[in-house]
């Protein structure tokens, strides 16, 4: 079974602080690599998209690198704010002919406090 | 542009009772999705869409039934709503490429 693992499951920092959070996968054949960040009671928002020849891609505060010989992505995110707090959610997606099936991973809760 | 809309926001159902999530779309978007989202779990997907007429099963289909008359459409239904099927369940939907996916708002549901 196709899985997607993220860490730490929670994570607390200050206000200001840089952070980075880790998604292992096993998705084979892999064809992109996204992270969303999801507010509580919203539905998940797109962060970055990643395809497997692509090493970094940033938006904003936040940067994704993605190492598709060892299976690693890393979101890092530079000098935290408060409305960072959120879950974070790594999806791989399959290359699949019925549907482009997509591997969510369960998610790192950040909450970043003053 | 709405993006991704869903009906309703909330909902309460007593056990056996059936009712009808509504998603639409206004971005002309080939793929939809039904997922499912309870804590610990990830998001989990139920049936999803490759197109107007076109539907299949996800990882989670039991208890579930989907159509897709519209493109613009899709609809879960519950037929015999149980208390396994508390949830908060979420719709989305991706144009080919760059395979970008957008969410709605959630449903949550809440079967006593």
């Known amino acids: 079974k196709n899985q997607v693992e993220q860490s730490p499951q929670s994570l607390i920092i200050l206000e200001g602080k840089n952070c980075t959070l880790q998604?292992?996968?096993?998705?084979?054949?892999?064809?992109?690599l996204r992270w969303y960040k999801q507010d509580t009671g919203r539905g998940p928002v797109s962060l970055t998209i990643?395809?497997?020849?692509?090493n970094t891609k940033s938006n904003g505060r936040y940067t994704a690198t993605l190492d598709a010989d060892t299976k690693q992505s890393s979101l890092h995110i530079t000098a935290s704010q408060l409305s960072d707090s959120a879950s974070y959610i790594c999806?791989?997606?399959?290359?699949?002919?019925?549907?482009?099936?997509?591997?969510f991973g369960k998610g790192t809760s950040l909450l970043v406090t003053p | 542009n709405a993006g991704v809309t869903q009906t309703p926001k909330f909902r309460v159902l007593k056990t056996g009772q059936s009712m009808t999530l509504l998603c639409a779309q206004d971005?002309?978007?080939?793929?939809m999705y039904w997922y499912r989202q309870d804590p610990g779990m990830g998001l989990r997907l139920i049936h999803y869409?490759?197109?107007?007429?076109?539907?299949a099963k996800g990882e989670v289909p039991d208890g579930y039934n989907v159509s897709r008359l519209k493109k613009q459409n899709f609809l879960l239904g519950l037929e015999s709503a149980a208390p396994s099927q508390t949830s908060v369940y979420f719709c989305a939907s991706m144009a080919r490429l760059p395979y970008e996916q957008y969410f709605g708002p959630g449903t949550r549901l809440t079967v006593t």
């Open positions: 990643m395809t497997f020849s692509e």
């Open positions: 971005m002309n978007h080939e793929y």
């Open positions: 999806v791989v997606s399959l290359n699949s002919n019925s549907g482009y099936a997509l591997n």
């Open positions: 869409s490759v197109g107007e007429g076109t539907t």
């Open positions: 998604c292992n996968y096993t998705v084979s054949p892999f064809s992109n």
